[in-house]
């Protein structure tokens, strides 16, 4: 059984660029969420994808958006990068029916 | 909607010393409670979880947490640290209710175990 996994791991982005995030979930998982981890705070919820839905949203700009494939990976896109996009974005996957979401190692995402 | 109140950023412990890390959650509806570590440039893990049943739940690496409704509160406990449990600790909820683990989290402890 393989764990969620995410890429790239880092990346350097200039102001106004944008960029893709991804992320395979968990064998058996159909629903992803992504989280934003600012340094020193704890994870935002960003959005969550259920078959290939949004299936709920935190408090984020349209210029986040996402998409879930049939093998529910999934994608996180960000679009007119500002310097405050510089965090850690943590992917979740998880099952319904189940209480747990289990996280990846994050994408360390540094705008200049 | 739900919030979460850690009450410590910071703990700092000697290695075999007992800690309480504090959690303080408010929601209008029922939730589930969950503690998870982050070490150094790395994802989440979890450590525990209160679903419902017995209010003192147990989970990896000896430490255990007590679910208080009338004080609508989610310690995290050990009796005795080791050097590996240096990390971030983040305490989160989600709605009972709602779709698959939309999680609110606090703002995180950092626990530092001196030798």
């Known amino acids: 059984e393989t764990g969620v996994t995410q890429s790239p791991t880092h990346l350097i982005k200039t102001r106004g660029q944008q960029v893709t995030l991804r992320c395979s979930s968990q064998s058996g998982h159909n629903t992803v969420s992504w989280y934003q981890q600012a340094l020193g705070q704890g994870p935002q919820f960003i959005f969550q994808?259920?078959?290939?839905?949004?299936?709920g949203r935190g408090n984020f700009p349209p210029r986040f958006s996402g998409l879930q494939f049939p093998n529910y990976s999934s994608e996180l896109n960000v679009n007119a990068l500002e310097l405050d996009d510089s965090a850690l974005y943590l992917c979740?996957?998880?099952?319904?029916?189940?209480?747990?979401?289990?996280f990846g190692q994050g994408t360390r995402l540094t705008v200049v | 909607a739900q919030s979460v109140t850690q009450l410590d950023s910071q703990v700092p412990v000697f290695e075999e010393a007992p800690v309480e890390l504090r959690c303080n959650y408010s929601?209008?509806?029922?939730?589930?409670l969950f503690w998870y570590v982050q070490y150094p440039n790395q994802g989440l893990q979890l450590l525990l979880k209160y679903l419902s049943g017995s209010t003192l739940v147990k989970g990896i690496n000896g430490f255990e947490a007590e679910f208080n409704k009338s004080q609508t509160s989610f310690h995290l406990r050990k009796p005795s640290v080791h050097i590996s449990d240096t990390a971030e600790y983040f305490c989160?909820?989600?709605?009972?209710?709602?779709?698959?683990?939309?999680?609110?989290f606090g703002s995180g402890t950092q626990l530092t175990v001196l030798p």
């Open positions: 989160a909820v989600s709605d009972r209710g709602g779709s698959a683990r939309q999680l609110t």
């Open positions: 929601s209008s509806v029922s939730v589930y």
């Open positions: 979740a996957s998880s099952s319904t029916g189940t209480s747990e979401a289990f």
């Open positions: 994808y259920y078959r290939e839905e949004e299936n």
